[in-house]
């Protein structure tokens, strides 16, 4: 019998995930799951809200519908990725953007620039074929993102056809956004009518044009900046970033009225000064400036890294800084299963946001900041992040205050917090604070634990979510070695196993101990570490040995690895927890397998791009092989790709692929391909 409560834990971990992973698409962009797996739950909180009525729906996702991914959209898919941008937060991140460009150019240059506001709406990409809107979409992952265009239709600003000398096929990217005046006319109209208010201009507008229903879109006044070009045929329309931008005017598309040429960085810094003097003046929202290399040949030349192009950059606001008084302290249990103490204040605006708490992290920070209840404490917001306490102000404090202690019972559900540290290097140390195993089932060491397992990363079959689960739930596993520890009593004492699918079990996960260095080191889920990095790396170190002994500099010279990623590695390899946890997987018959050498093939230096669904592989493993091959794998159809692979559900990537006469190979030719048979 599941109890009340369990069914409570359940919903609230369900909202908690959600809300989590809904913050990761709306507000970082950076999704961690699958459209498929997060509708895969918004489904299971519906079905458990539908069946148990005690539970408390009041604050829960599925009233928000409109912030939600709705998967009937369909998908968008770009010929061209959507990336991001790298962040600069000051002049000297900014020298540092000019000099690494210098040094990729070789040649003396002198870059100018183009300065322009960091809108902070939602990007859109808008198709135009023979100058008519004919497509419209999200940017999604920057891979895929969502078919929005009846919604786009609606906004007046946005030309259905453009005007006088045209490409014949080009794909506009810009930002829809709200003006600050029309969204607070909106708010005060919804709180009126008792409706919920939206918490800011961009969810506002995420929420009005990814909405089936296009007339939601056409009742909200949206507007929209256009930026820069995806996908374009042939023609040579403008040469500079400047160019481009009278272009769009040509065309009749709006831009934004703050574009600044500037011929030097250091006129760049001075326009950057008056524009952020002037941002509260603003009528609309930004996060920043991007400053963008003006001359097309030289960011053609400088190209992108995997997340972002190397010629742009955006300069980022710094944090908005306050005073405050505390007035209380509680603790907060987060999706991960760790209780966070957070610190109510005394409500203070900062950057015209009023806050009324801040993260205190974890109670080594606690420590380290000596807060206590009454404290005057100095707090400090970077854009969205939630605020937090940098310091007190120890002349303020009243005398006989109480240190803060941590609870002795979980403010959740109640149960005794236990104190532990999980012994896995996927955590970020900071967050090893106390962990409440009662609570949510040691949450973070079960996903730790599910990304080390997954297809891309040490692929072992049959270990499903469940059994993950019920392995830590019950004690089996603490560390990840013990995973390669577990014994058939074990696996037999779960429900739903017999001697035939134990032995299965228990053999994949020893054979998963041989492996391709690359899947090791994605395992370990280092923080900025990727797929596509890890597998830079493993060709870069070709040993675990070489790796785990590299510094700073040897990460920072690894294709794709920039300073953060770096520094991550770095921290990581430098930990002896981390080290000792590696070693004792050695002993227990970790057997990597060094990068193939790159073999002269039929394939070698074609540029193949994939699209649809396959039957026989999966993405990676597909394009691990290729790569094996000498191929090239690009993300988009272009006049230079040589082989298009088309599986099922083949979208815009199949047509492009038919303009430009690629050869097609399909799921059923896919193995002569390879084999050259
Ligand atoms: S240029 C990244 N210019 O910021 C490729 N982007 O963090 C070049 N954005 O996805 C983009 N204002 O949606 C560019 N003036 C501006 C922008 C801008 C907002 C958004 C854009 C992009 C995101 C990257």
Same mark, same amino acid.
């Given at each position: 019998m599941v109890s009340k409560e369990d069914i409570q834990k359940e919903h609230i971990y369900l909202k908690e995930t959600i809300r989590f992973h809904n913050n990761k698409y709306h507000s970082e962009d950076n999704p961690e799951i699958s459209d498929q797996e997060f509708d895969q739950l918004f489904k299971q909180l519906k079905e458990l809200e539908k069946k148990y009525n005690f539970l408390d729906i009041s604050d829960s996702p599925s009233n928000f519908v409109g912030a939600i991914k709705l998967s009937e959209l369909s998908s968008f898919e770009h010929l061209i990725p959507m990336l991001s941008l790298d962040n600069a937060f000051s002049e000297e991140d900014l020298s540092d953007f000019e000099k690494r460009n210098q040094n990729k150019i070789k040649e003396k240059v002198n870059f100018s620039y183009l300065v322009e506001p960091k809108i902070d709406g939602?990007?859109?990409? $808008?198709?135009?074929?023979?100058?008519?809107?004919?497509?419209?979409?999200?940017?999604?992952?920057?891979?895929?993102?969502?078919?929005?265009?009846? /919604?786009?239709? =609606?906004?007046?600003?946005?030309?259905?056809?453009?005007? /006088? @000398?045209?490409? %014949?096929?080009?794909?506009?990217?810009?930002?829809?956004?709200?003006?600050?005046?029309?969204?607070?006319?909106?708010?005060?109209?919804?709180?009126?009518?008792?409706?919920?208010?939206?918490? /800011?201009?961009?969810?506002?507008?995420?929420?009005?044009?990814?909405?089936?229903?296009?007339?939601?879109? *056409?009742?909200?006044? *949206?507007?929209?900046?256009?930026?820069?070009?995806?996908?374009?045929?042939?023609?040579?329309?403008? /040469?500079?970033?400047?160019?481009?931008? &009278?272009?769009?005017?040509?065309?009749?598309?709006?831009? &934004?009225?703050?574009?600044?040429?500037?011929?030097?960085?250091?006129?760049?810094? +001075?326009?950057?000064?008056?524009? =952020?003097?002037?941002?509260?003046?603003? @009528?609309?929202?930004? %996060?920043?400036?991007?400053?963008?290399?003006?001359?097309?040949?030289?960011?053609?030349?400088?190209?992108?890294?995997?997340? &972002?192009?190397?010629?742009?950059?955006?300069?980022?606001?710094?944090?908005?800084?306050?005073? =405050?008084?505390?007035?209380?302290?509680?603790?907060?249990?987060? +999706?991960?299963?760790? $209780?966070?103490?957070?610190?109510?204040?005394?409500?203070?605006?900062?950057?015209?946001? =009023?806050?009324?708490?801040?993260? *205190?992290?974890?109670?080594?920070?606690?420590?380290?900041? %000596?807060? +206590?209840?009454?404290?005057?404490?100095?707090?400090?917001?970077?854009? %969205?992040?939630?605020?937090?306490?940098?310091?007190?102000?120890?002349k303020k404090r009243k005398p006989n205050r109480k240190k803060i202690m941590m609870p002795s019972s979980c403010p959740t559900c109640s149960n005794p917090v236990s104190f532990f540290e999980l012994n896995t290097p996927l955590l970020d140390t900071s967050l090893l604070s106390t962990t409440n195993k009662n609570c949510f089932g040691f949450s973070q060491f079960k996903e730790t634990l599910k990304h080390f397992v997954s297809r891309n990363a040490m692929d072992i079959d049959g270990l499903g979510q469940r059994t993950i689960d019920l392995f830590i739930e019950k004690e089996f596993i603490k560390s990840l070695p013990d995973l390669f520890k577990i014994t058939s009593e074990n696996i037999l004492s779960l429900e739903g196993f017999a001697d035939k699918s134990t032995k299965k079990l228990l053999e994949s996960i020893k054979s998963s101990l041989k492996t391709d260095l690359y899947r090791f080191i994605y395992a370990l889920g280092i923080k900025e570490i990727g797929l596509e990095t890890s597998k830079n790396l493993s060709n870069f170190f070709t040993s675990l040995d070489k790796l785990s002994k590299a510094s700073y500099d040897d990460f920072i010279s690894v294709n794709d690895v920039g300073e953060v990623a770096a520094s991550n590695l770095e921290k990581f390899f430098s930990n002896e927890k981390n080290l000792s946890l590696i070693q004792e997987l050695v002993k227990l018959g970790l057997d990597l397998k060094p990068p193939v050498s790159v073999k002269t093939s039929h394939l070698t230096d074609k540029t193949i791009v994939i699209t649809g669904r396959l039957s026989g592989y999966s993405r990676e493993t597909l394009k691990f092989k290729l790569e094996g091959l000498g191929a090239k794998i690009s993300n988009s159809v272009s006049k230079k790709t040589d082989f298009l692979i088309a599986g099922e559900d083949s979208g815009s990537k199949l047509q492009k692929a038919k303009e430009y006469d690629v050869k097609i190979v399909t799921d059923s030719n896919l193995e002569k391909f390879i084999s050259n048979s």
């Open positions: 939602v990007a859109i990409s $808008l198709f135009y074929k023979k100058g008519i809107l004919t497509k419209a979409g999200t940017r999604g992952d920057g891979v895929v993102g969502e078919e929005v265009t009846h /919604n786009i239709k =609606t906004i007046s600003e946005i030309p259905k056809s453009l005007k /006088n @000398n045209f490409p %014949d096929e080009i794909e506009i990217r810009g930002e829809i956004f709200v003006e600050l005046n029309d969204f607070k006319k909106i708010n005060q109209n919804f709180e009126k009518r008792g409706q919920k208010v939206f918490a /800011n201009p961009r969810n506002f507008v995420a929420g009005s044009i990814r909405q089936l229903d296009s007339k939601i879109a *056409l009742e909200r006044p *949206l507007k929209v900046f256009c930026h820069s070009v995806g996908f374009i045929s042939k023609g040579n329309f403008f /040469n500079t970033q400047k160019e481009m931008i &009278s272009k769009f005017k040509d065309w009749g598309l709006p831009v &934004s009225d703050e574009i600044y040429f500037c011929e030097n960085l250091d006129k760049v810094n +001075r326009q950057i000064l008056k524009m =952020t003097a002037k941002r509260e003046k603003l @009528n609309y929202e930004i %996060d920043g400036i991007v400053v963008k290399i003006n001359d097309k040949s030289l960011q053609e030349r400088l190209g992108n890294s995997s997340r &972002s192009p190397r010629w742009a950059i955006a300069k980022k606001f710094l944090a908005e800084q306050g005073e =405050t008084e505390i007035l209380s302290i509680s603790f907060q249990m987060g +999706r991960t299963g760790v $209780l966070t103490p957070v610190a109510n204040l005394k409500p203070v605006k900062l950057g015209g946001v =009023t806050i009324s708490n801040a993260t *205190l992290h974890n109670m080594d920070e606690v420590k380290r900041l %000596d807060v +206590r209840v009454g404290d005057y404490v100095k707090i400090i917001r970077a854009g %969205d992040v939630i605020p937090k306490v940098t310091e007190v102000i120890l």
